[in-house]
């Protein structure tokens, strides 16, 4: 008798005992909390440093195919390419190095995977550039059509990056997140519009490169001007700090000087671009998108209530 009565209470209790260990394990499951204003401040960053990188790999590539310091590209670009890959998967699964946290959210999730779709036949072609040493024309033209929909589909990725974290992490400056990703987009936007002057300049479909370098210096102005005094259609509040209006500041003095070679190449009437031009733009893009980098991390930094 007392020995039935032993077996049942047993089998009663085990039950229990696994449900109420489920509910504590998922209560307390660290997988599933939110990431913090910090942790959001750097996935924004590097989230939105990947779409500069799309640029700035496809900027090296025509540089290497004009014989531009083809040495000094193949190494830039075996670097942007193998930095891209390795924040690809960090936002995905985490990465103490790069201070990236695992991401859980199922949208985000899913749009990651088209990035990697497009980036899984681009990077077979960016690795037989580096293994030649050479850029052929079809590897140009390769690589004209296939940098912006890798370009797109990163940006949507920043996009849902940016919703997240303006309710969530972000809720108390809902601002600094529309901020944190258009600064960000400033960098890309100097990489791609050096991209599209050197397509001109290479002879590269000529005619659309002009186009777009015209649309992309002119949102880079007008997002500087945002990133500073504010623009309401941009959703951009501008900024009072004394630091990063320093910084933006300096920014924009390099930006006057670079402006108008742009405003060159783009212009209908420019036939040719001469060499000194083309080293002008290949001199003068990287320090241009390091100042813009410092203001991002800036951004950054007051995302986590650090001192600037």
Not at 262 to 276: K, N, P, Y
Request: with cysteine.
């Amino acid at each position: 008798m007392h020995t039935n009565t032993f077996v049942a209470r047993k089998f009663l209790i085990a039950p229990v005992l696994v449900l109420v260990s489920l509910f504590v394990f998922f209560d307390v499951a660290p997988a599933l909390a939110d990431p913090s204003a910090a942790e959001y401040g750097v996935v924004l960053n590097l989230s939105g440093k990947q779409r500069m990188l799309t640029q700035k790999m496809s900027k090296e590539i025509v540089l290497i195919a004009m014989g531009h310091q083809t040495d000094a590209n193949l190494k830039n670009l075996e670097a942007t390419a193998g930095l891209f890959d390795k924040t690809l998967k960090g936002l995905r699964n985490g990465s103490a190095e790069l201070r990236l946290v695992p991401t859980n959210n199922s949208r985000i999730l899913r749009q990651l995977d088209k990035v990697d779709a497009i980036w899984s036949e681009f990077k077979p072609v960016v690795q037989s550039i580096i293994d030649q040493g050479s850029a052929s024309q079809e590897q140009v033209t390769t690589v004209a059509q296939q940098n912006l929909p890798l370009l797109k589909q990163m940006n949507k990725c920043v996009k849902l990056y940016e919703k997240d974290a303006s309710k969530a992490g972000m809720s108390a400056a809902p601002g600094l997140a529309v901020t944190i990703n258009l600064s960000g987009k400033q960098r890309m936007l100097t990489q791609k519009m050096s991209k599209e002057f050197f397509l001109i300049a290479y002879g590269h479909d000529t005619d659309n490169n002009k186009l777009n370098l015209q649309e992309t210096y002119t949102l880079f102005d007008r997002t500087l001007n945002g990133l500073l005094d504010g623009d309401a259609s941009l959703d951009l509040p501008g900024t009072t700090d004394s630091t990063i209006r320093g910084q933006l500041k300096t920014v924009k003095n390099m930006w006057d000087r670079f402006q108008p070679t742009m405003a060159f190449g783009a212009d209908s009437a420019t036939l040719t671009i001469s060499s000194e031009k083309i080293i002008l733009v290949a001199n003068g893009n990287v320090p241009l998108l390091k100042k813009m980098n410092k203001a991002v991390k800036m951004y950054e930094k007051k995302a986590a209530g650090g001192a600037l």
